[in-house]
């Protein structure tokens, strides 16, 4: 991800039309990522009540996909530059789809989250090389239009995803209820695949390139330790094996922390942790990021096991509206962050604060008789919270950091932004799920946990760089 291997033939030796069908190929692997990261937020109880799997199969299920994908996301980017993009996006598609045929046919939780690990791994070595590739078939002047794409593509994405899930759940028809919202990758995966290998142009990569393998697997560890550590003692009470869990964990970011400072090409620049703004960006963005992912998870839960809804009624009134919100507001955005820079991101706070809270006061006043005319106008204010923080992070951030720290600035944000989305699927859950029997009382503990994080991160901004910078917008 930090670096660019140059194509094999220049861009103008591909017509337009292929150029094009290129990019839906890349958008459409991007859809699968998206759609069978957020499923399961959705789709947790139904899938729990089936397998027999308890609390801490809730936890796992989103975080697991979370945790590899972010673990390897820039070793994906990296052995892309080495072996060729075409190589390891086909590799990855591959291995994405035959995961998801892995998750449909579980028999049991092991077995699922095991196979939703290595979904996430292959989604590692797949979404890294959309940009590299499509960088290499466009010319300069049409990259920006090809780009502009992503947002509309995964807008509609994200609104209607969790509405196709629910929808294949409640009306099941192919009689294999939760299964088949895995088993359409095989026709979603299967084409994609195909439209890849015959479109996609051919590249050889730099084996010269080089990667820190011991740098992953020790954040790895430390990543697994920490959520097995955290779901295991919110799930059987905090016995030895959890505390050794999280001992172990600190063990492993130590070491991850002083290979960094050591490697000569390190996962992450050693320098980029001198520069203030980047580090209070990444602090702020794994707190954010954290906080919203487990409040996703936590309003699924409550909708559906607090109020009853059934997974299409909490699609429409939690899932879609929050997404809408998102989609509104990042395309709102995209024209301000010149004009107002890290302001932006304190409005985006304060938003998804607002609507929090405002679902907070519904629910301590309501409880389970809480209704979906203050439901869904509190999940579009905090969507929109969302989505007007979730690109903005990102670029101010960048702001200050050197053009040649730029790519591992960009891959290190992307990769922490999957870590703390497996973080607060398996953090904020812990707090739901400690008083299981008491919804109404779970939710608010949550929601205002949440809130406590985003005042925090509000008092984060003002170390921000001012502004976004030009080459990193």
Same mark, same amino acid.
């Given at each position: 991800?930090?670096?660019?291997? !140059?194509? $094999? ?30 499923? *399961? ?7 729990? +009540? ?13 975080? %697991? ?8 996301? @820039? ?64 010319? &300069? ?15 509609? %994405? +994200? ?47 730099? /084996? ?30 905090? &016995? ?9 964990? @600190? ?9 960094? !400072?050591?490697?000569?090409?390190? #996962? ?15 602090? #702020? ?12 998870? @936590?309003? %699924? ?19 879609? $509206? ?28 304060? *938003? ?8 907070? !006061? ?52 992307? +990769? ?11 953090? @904020? ?8 029997? &008491?919804?109404?009382? +779970? ?21 921000? $760089? /001012? ?7």
């Amino acid at each position: 991800m930090t670096s660019t291997i !140059a194509p $094999p033939s220049p861009a103008g030796a591909l017509s337009p039309a292929r150029r094009w069908a290129v990019l839906a190929v890349i958008l459409a692997a991007e859809v699968l990522d998206l759609i069978d990261a957020t499923i *399961t937020n959705l789709a947790a109880p139904t899938i729990t +009540a089936d397998l027999n799997g308890g609390p801490s199969l809730v936890q796992w299920l989103g975080a %697991s996909y979370a945790l590899a994908l972010g673990v390897l996301l @820039v070793v994906g980017g990296r052995l892309g530059d080495k072996y060729g993009r075409r190589r390891v996006f086909l590799t990855g598609l591959a291995g994405f789809t035959a995961a998801s045929v892995a998750c449909g046919l579980a028999t049991g939780p092991a077995m699922l989250i095991a196979a939703r690990l290595v979904q996430g791994a292959f989604g590692a070595l797949l979404i890294p090389q959309g940009f590299g590739i499509l960088g290499a078939v466009f010319p &300069r002047d049409q990259i920006g239009k090809a780009f502009s794409a992503f947002g509309p593509v995964l807008g509609l %994405s +994200a609104v209607g995803s969790p509405i196709l899930a629910a929808t294949l759940i409640d009306t099941d028809p192919l009689g294999l209820g939760w299964r088949s919202m895995f088993l359409i990758n095989i026709v979603l995966g299967g084409a994609a695949l195909i439209a890849a290998h015959r479109l996609l142009p051919r590249d050889t990569g730099d /084996r010269g390139t080089v990667i820190d393998t011991t740098g992953a697997v020790l954040l790895a560890g430390a990543m697994a330790s920490l959520l097995y550590g955290l779901i295991d003692g919110s799930a059987h009470g905090w &016995r030895p094996a959890a505390w050794a869990a999280l001992g172990a964990a @600190v063990m492993f970011f130590a070491a991850f922390a002083r290979r960094q !400072a050591s490697a000569g090409n390190p #996962l992450i620049r050693p320098s980029l942790f001198r520069n203030r703004g980047f580090v209070s960006g990444l602090l #702020l963005g794994i707190a954010f990021f954290a906080a919203v992912a487990g409040l996703l998870y @936590v309003i %699924s839960l409550f909708l559906q096991g607090g109020l009853g809804y059934s997974p299409l009624h909490t699609a429409l009134t939690g899932s879609a $509206p929050m997404a809408a919100g998102i989609v509104i507001a990042s395309i709102a955005c995209y024209q301000l962050i010149g004009k107002l820079g890290r302001t932006l991101i304190l409005i985006g706070l304060l *938003t998804t604060l607002a609507g929090t809270l405002g679902l907070w !006061a519904a629910v301590h006043t309501w409880g389970t008789a809480t209704g979906p005319a203050v439901i869904v106008p509190a999940a579009v204010v905090i969507g929109l919270g969302m989505g007007t923080c979730f690109g903005t992070v990102y670029d101010i951030t960048l702001g200050d950091v050197t053009p040649d720290e730029a790519g591992s600035g960009s891959g290190s944000l992307t +990769a922490v932004q999957q870590l703390a989305n497996a973080l607060g699927a398996a953090a @904020v859950t812990t707090v739901y799920l400690h008083t299981p029997a &008491r919804p109404a009382h +779970a939710m608010t503990t949550s929601l205002l946990i949440v809130a406590g994080v985003t005042l925090i991160c509000c008092c984060l901004v003002r170390l921000l $760089p /001012r502004t976004a910078q030009p080459q990193h917008h």
